[in-house]
T-cell receptor
Framework: NAGVMQNPRHLVRRRGQEARLRCSPM?????VYWYRQLPEEGLKFMVY????????ESGMPKERFSAEFPKEGPSILRIQQVVRGDSAAYFC???????????FGPGTRLTVL | QKEVEQDPGPLSVPEGAIVSLNCTYS??????FMWYRQYSRKGPELLMY????GNKEDGRFTAQVDKSSKYISLFIRDSQPSDSATYLC?????????????FGTGTRLKVLA
């Protein structure tokens, strides 16, 4: 399967724990984007990364959230000290260039108890 | 006012009908216009990707962009029960970043057999 892969598909955390979401882009893609989808709301842009660089993190909360896309391995979205309001579906997308169409993964559904 | 407005539906149509889905937007700088289909608890699937104004056709799907009216449409011909899903419009432009997709909240479509 050459599509965007995300894991885990479902993640349950208690308040105060850390959540780590992983994304492997489509083969040949080096541009990765993270979006968050809250119930009854549209997808909201969080961050745009290329290998080893954060290009735009303007949509990401300043505290507790961080993202990386290392030279080797998947992109990771990390949420520290999760709160109930972090419960959402987190989607990763990838593209072959910043102006190219974005293809989305299946998402990670985070539930904070 | 949201940057992108989309009627949430649900929109119910009989099998074989022509479906019209629409979005309006307020940012005249948008240049790229996309339509995604999202099945329940799945990731968005890219259907159409267009640049600037005009029409684009792909199989049973036709996308129209009217920049003068800030209005985009997706038409589905010969609709099938398998088309039942939520349809998301998305758009982007150079001023905010062509990679930063702004999504509508989605229209739920039900095609009745």
């Amino acid at each position: 399967n050459a599509g965007v892969m995300q894991n885990p598909r479902h993640l349950v955390r208690r308040r105060g724990q850390e959540a780590r979401l992983r994304c492997s882009p489509m083969k040949g893609h080096s541009h990765v984007y993270w979006y968050r989808q809250l119930p009854e709301e549209g997808l909201k842009f969080m961050v745009y990364l290329q290998k080893e660089n954060i290009i735009d993190e303007s949509g990401m909360p300043k505290e507790r959230f961080s993202a990386e896309f290392p030279k080797e391995g998947p992109s990771i979205l990390r949420i520290q000290q999760v709160v109930r309001g972090d419960s959402a579906a987190y989607f990763c997308a990838s593209s072959g260039g910043r102006d190219n169409e974005q293809f989305f993964g299946p998402g990670t559904r985070l539930t904070v108890l | 006012q949201k940057e992108v407005e989309q009627d949430p539906g649900p929109l119910s149509v009989p099998e074989g009908a022509i479906v019209s889905l629409n979005c309006t937007y307020s940012n005249s700088a948008f240049q790229y216009f996309m339509w995604y289909r999202q099945y329940s608890r799945k990731g968005p699937e890219l259907l159409m990707y267009t640049y600037s104004s005009g029409n684009k056709e792909d199989g049973r799907f036709t996308a129209q962009v009217d920049k003068s009216s800030k209005y985009i449409s997706l038409f589905i011909r010969d609709s099938q029960p398998s088309d039942s899903a939520t349809y998301l419009c998305a758009m982007s432009g150079a001023t905010s970043g062509t990679y930063k997709y702004i999504f509508g909240t989605g229209t739920r479509l039900k095609v009745l057999a």
